[in-house]
C-alpha cells in the first residue's frame, strides 16, 4: 500500500468515524430521557449565566429560542416555585385549538413510582389547563405508568379528552374526588384494588360536580386524550 493511499484511506476513515460519532451522538440525546429535566431545571430562566450555551431547548422568547423552529424551543405557560407548565413537542405545527401541555414539578421527581411525587401538581395542572381549555368537561389530566413512558421527571399532560372517552372511563371502575390534592391517594387505592403495582392515572371533570380519578395498566394519555393534532 502506497503512502498516498494510506493517507486517504485514514483520511477517509477518520471522516467517517467522525461522522459516525456525531450521528450517534444525536441519536442519543434524541432518545435521552431526562429532556424534560433538562428543561424544568435549566432553560426556563434566560437570565442564567451562559443560559444559550447551557440550555438546548431555549424559551421561544428569550433571545437564542427566537427564529429557532419550535421543536428545537420550549415555550413556558406558567410557573410557581413548586411547578412549571410547559408546551408539549405535539403541539408543534398545529391549529389554534389544539392543546397539548406538561406540568412538571421543579425538583427531581422520576413519576407515578415515585414516592416524593407531590399532591399539589393536579391542582396546579388543573388551573392552567382551565386557562386553555375553556370546556371543562373536556379537560384530561394524565400520567402515564412508568413502564410506558419516554421520559423520567414526573409529568401531566393537559389534553382534551376524545369524545367518547368519558363513556369509556365510566364503565370501569373510578372515584369521585372533591380535593385534587388526594389524587395520589385514591389512585393508589385504586391500584391495590386492582392488583396493580404499576398504572396511569387519569382525572376529569366528574358529572355531578368535583373530579372523577381512574387508573389505566396502558397508557391514559393515548387511550383517552386528544394526544396529537395530526
Avoid at 437564542?64 to 416555585?81: I, R
Wanted: proline share 4%; net charge positive.
Amino acid at each position: 500500500m502506497s503512502s498516498s493511499f494510506r493517507r486517504r484511506y485514514y483520511r477517509l476513515f477518520t471522516i467517517v468515524f467522525i461522522a459516525g460519532t456525531l450521528w450517534i451522538s444525536g441519536v442519543a440525546a434524541a432518545a435521552s430521557r431526562n429532556v424534560l429535566w433538562e428543561i424544568v431545571s435549566g432553560c426556563l430562566d434566560p437570565t442564567t449565566p451562559n443560559y444559550c450555551t447551557l440550555c438546548r431547548w431555549p424559551l421561544d422568547t428569550s433571545s437564542c429560542g427566537a427564529g429557532k423552529p419550535c421543536e428545537k424551543t420550549c415555550q413556558l405557560w406558567a410557573e410557581t416555585a413548586d411547578y412549571a407548565a410547559i408546551r408539549d413537542i405535539k403541539m408543534c405545527n398545529c391549529p389554534e385549538g389544539f392543546v397539548h401541555g406538561l406540568v412538571l414539578p421543579r425538583t427531581r421527581v422520576t413519576g407515578v413510582e415515585d414516592p416524593h411525587r407531590p399532591d399539589g401538581i393536579w391542582h396546579f395542572a388543573w388551573n392552567v389547563a382551565a386557562q386553555r381549555i375553556h370546556d371543562l368537561s373536556q379537560i384530561c389530566l394524565v400520567v402515564n405508568p412508568s413502564g410506558m413512558r419516554t421520559q423520567d421527571q414526573l409529568h401531566v399532560h393537559i389534553m382534551r379528552l376524545q369524545t367518547d372517552a368519558r363513556q369509556r372511563l365510566e364503565k370501569f371502575s373510578g372515584a369521585h374526588i372533591t380535593d385534587l390534592n388526594t389524587v395520589w391517594k385514591t389512585a393508589g387505592k385504586l391500584a391495590a384494588t386492582a392488583g396493580l403495582n404499576d398504572y396511569g392515572v387519569i382525572v376529569i371533570q366528574a358529572a355531578d360536580g368535583g373530579y372523577r380519578v381512574s387508573i389505566e395498566k396502558e397508557s391514559p394519555e393515548r387511550e383517552y386524550g386528544v394526544v396529537s393534532c395530526r
